[in-house]
Nanobody, 129 residues
Framework: EEQLVESGGGLVQAGGSLRLSCAAS????????IGWYRQAPGKEREGVSW????????YYADTVKGRFTISIDNNANTVYLQMNDLKPEETAVYYC??????????????????????WGKGTLVTVSA
């Protein structure tokens, strides 16, 4: 069974940092794009960052550019999201998701999150003011 498991969430003060992890089991990322999404209370899910194992490219939402970094450990089949200078409005449940045989990430980022093939259950990030 294909599974994604997120970890690394927690409570951090504004301006602080967290690193989220997304570990895959039951499949390998070789032909996938992996994305991080977040959903704040009462708001729609939004895409944050993506990485393609197909061509090695990365893509970021404008709101996190320069502060978040997505990376991958191929041996561990794990994707990371380093989040720096966090803001209170970024309090949300953060999810990772994977899409097999993806188009270019610029298209993935504009596509509905419902198109992703595999989802984790999320990890809560709380940023205090």
């Amino acid at each position: 069974e294909e599974q994604l498991v997120e970890s690394g969430g927690g409570l951090v003060q504004a301006g602080g940092s967290l690193r989220l992890s997304c570990a895959a089991s039951g499949f390998v990322f070789d032909s996938y794009a992996i994305g991080w999404y977040r959903q704040a209370p009462g708001k729609e899910r939004e895409g944050v960052s993506w990485l393609s194992r197909v061509d090695g490219s990365t893509y970021y939402a404008d709101t996190v550019k320069g502060r978040f970094t997505i990376s991958i450990d191929n041996n561990a089949n794990t994707v990371y999201l380093q989040m720096n200078d966090l803001k209170p409005e970024e309090t949300a449940v953060y999810y990772c998701a994977a899409l097999n045989h993806p188009p270019p990430l610029s298209i993935v980022a504009r596509t509905s999150a419902n198109a992703m093939d595999v989802w984790g259950k999320g990890t809560l990030v709380t940023v205090s003011a």
